[in-house]
């Protein structure tokens, strides 16, 4: 919380491993494993050229693009922690927060990232946002493990939203959901 924020969801494993969500491998950026990997994406970049047929060059696209979705998968095991109006946090060890990510398979009609270039206007944001509509990750009130707001007026707050929005959850959900409601000043204090 101290590095990214004071409120969040917590889904289910169950729930993660439904909809194909994998824990990120982390990596070190010094490693020969990290290296030789780089080395091999760069290598079997598929070049036009070097192929003698188109079948052979759609084959090369195809492994080329399985690894980039591999790639995908990984992260630094520790570097700097960039965000916006925030400050610089050098030596971050991003492997504390066994993320577990939600990668969408490529194909070669998207764009394998997204650069910060990209999306630096609200228009582009909302153009990258619409063309990943169809990748949306849905879930239901049983797969709801914590909901965490930041104080005990904003979980009031969420409390009386869940009750205005009762045609949406039935009143067991409800209670359910206000039952896992947890404030980040709880959390701290349990630490």
Do not use: C
């Amino acid at each position: 919380m101290a590095h990214y924020n004071k409120y969040g969801i917590g889904l289910t494993k169950e729930w993660a491993n439904r909809q194909g969500l994998n824990p990120v491998l982390y990596v070190s950026k010094n490693s020969d494993f990290t290296r030789r990997f780089m080395a091999a994406v760069k290598e079997i970049y598929p070049q036009p050229e070097a192929h003698k047929d188109v079948n052979e060059l759609h084959r090369a696209q195809r492994v080329y693009m399985s690894v980039l979705n591999a790639y995908r998968f990984m992260k630094n095991y520790e570097g700097r922690l960039v965000r916006r109006n925030r400050e610089i946090i050098e030596n971050y060890r991003f492997a504390d927060e066994r993320e577990w990510r939600y990668v969408p398979a490529l194909n070669e009609y998207e764009p394998s990232f997204v650069l910060p270039a990209m999306i630096s206007t609200p228009e582009q944001k909302k153009a990258l946002n619409l063309a990943a509509v169809d990748h949306r990750l849905m879930f239901q009130p049983e797969d709801i493990r914590y909901l965490i707001v930041e104080s005990d007026s904003e979980r009031l707050e969420l409390i009386a939203h869940l009750r205005r929005v009762k045609r949406a959850f039935s009143k067991d959900e409800q209670t359910r959901l206000v039952s896992r409601i947890l404030t980040a000043s709880q959390i701290e204090n349990d630490i």
